[in-house]
């Protein structure tokens, strides 16, 4: 009981959890938000978040974009606009996708706070309590953590050296109607630069995942924020240019221009439009118009391109540093993919030990953290010897330092020193 200072009298607390709705239960912490408070430490090597650079964000031109914004379109860039998104920057998104194969069209793009928001969409108009979604094993904790909300069950595949593993998708499918009595949702898919496996799904397993999806009748959510951080390699096409009519293709800025802008995209089938513009209508009526403008106006410019160019080249030897340095300090048991793009490798040390207990017991004690593998598997069946390391963040000296803790760290546990 509290007394209420204005009433003069006793009145009981509130007890907020038995008002909370059913699906709060669902709800879970995002595993790399948690670590990222523990980073603050300026002392700690962190390989834990899906950090750009900071040092190679564009300040200057996103300052002059905004100055330009303000100056000759300042009444409407201040204003309401419409869910869809702004037009000419709708445009600009559709025309570059099409370089890359994908079918879009001004009107089936609609512009959300991140990729992530995108996310949240899809589970609200597709996830039933219940319904089963189809993803690899590990997969996004994004996704995890956005569907889990909607009370989704999951339904994994394997993820090998070359992406997720297509002859177990027929299986899964069946299982779970027989479990659910329901088709899947939806097979949620990362082909470019996986994350949290680094890995690159190849086109014939492009093509063999078109013709399953469109041999069971499955929609196909196909995210790519990493597609443009290619270091080598040629691209592949992808997955919404062989079956568009399926595909529901996500994008983002976050890591081709700035994550504080919050600004991605859903590319769908006209069909589906409609349903996206009311769930995100009920989210936030629409995406922030001065962040769309000031965007559009960085890539009307033709800065992007240049940019992108320059960030791959940071990059590239960010992650050869971080292979080269894996190589000389961990132990020759320890195993890790060599990703062509993207933020992330995969690391296995040996089974013996679990990644969650050693980052609280030892990394954070040698000022490193990682996220633990078992956090990107939706059913808890794998990964307790399985780490996620971002080398975009720390510049290659600081990466070298951090690998060379870990690997220290690891072959002391292995003498159980």
């Not at 914004?69 to 559709?94: C, D, H, N, W």
């Not at 791959?312 to 894996?326: F, Q, S």
């Not at 013996?352 to 980052?359: A, V």
């Amino acid at each position: 009981m509290e007394v209420n200072r204005n009433l003069d009298r006793e009145i009981p607390v509130l007890d907020w959890e038995t008002h909370l709705a059913a699906r709060t239960k669902f709800m879970r912490s995002s595993a790399i938000r948690e670590l990222l408070k523990l980073t603050q430490d300026p002392e700690i090597i962190s390989f834990a978040g899906g950090l750009p650079a900071p040092e190679v964000f564009p300040i200057r031109e996103v300052e002059e974009a905004c100055k330009y914004v303000i100056r000759g379109m300042g009444k409407q860039a201040l204003q309401y606009s419409a869910t869809e998104g702004y037009q000419p920057l709708k445009e600009f998104l559709a025309d570059s996708m099409h370089k890359y194969g994908i079918p879009a069209i001004p009107e089936n793009v609609l512009l959300t706070n991140g990729s992530q928001q995108a996310l949240d969409l899809i589970g609200r108009i597709f996830i039933d309590p219940g319904r089963y979604v189809l993803t690899g094993r590990p997969t996004y904790l994004g996704a995890i953590q956005a569907w889990r909300a909607y009370e989704a069950k999951f339904h994994t595949m394997q993820v090998d050296e070359q992406g997720m593993v297509m002859d177990e998708i027929e299986h899964a499918y069946h299982k779970t109607v027989e479990d659910s009595g329901y088709p899947p949702a939806f097979i949620y898919v990362l082909p470019n630069f996986h994350n949290p496996a680094g890995t690159t799904l190849p086109l014939e397993r492009r093509i063999q995942l078109a013709e399953i999806a469109t041999k069971l009748d499955l929609a196909v959510v196909e995210d790519d924020p990493y597609g443009q951080l290619r270091y080598e390699g040629e691209d592949i096409p992808p997955i919404c240019n062989l079956i568009p009519e399926r595909t529901i293709y996500l994008g983002t800025f976050s890591k081709i221009m700035a994550p504080g802008l919050r600004l991605g995209w859903i590319v769908a089938p006209e069909a589906l439009m409609k349903r996206f513009i009311q769930a995100k209508q009920g989210c936030d009526l629409h995406t922030g118009t001065l962040v769309q403008y000031v965007a559009n106006d960085i890539c009307e410019r033709g800065i992007l391109k240049p940019h992108v160019k320059k960030i791959c080249k940071v990059y590239k030897k960010r992650r050869d540093t971080m292979l080269d340095a894996l190589t000389e300090f961990w132990p020759e048991e320890c195993q890790w993919t060599d990703p062509q793009g993207g933020l992330f490798l995969w690391a296995r040390v040996p089974e013996s030990i679990d990644t969650t207990k050693f980052l609280r017991e030892k990394a954070l004690k040698e000022k490193v953290a990682y996220v633990p593998g078992v956090n990107f598997y939706p059913n808890a069946d794998g990964g307790h010897n399985a780490m996620r390391l971002n080398f975009s963040y720390a510049p290659p000296d600081v990466i070298v330092e951090g690998i060379k803790r870990l690997g220290i760290a690891l072959k002391k546990e292995l003498k159980n020193e």
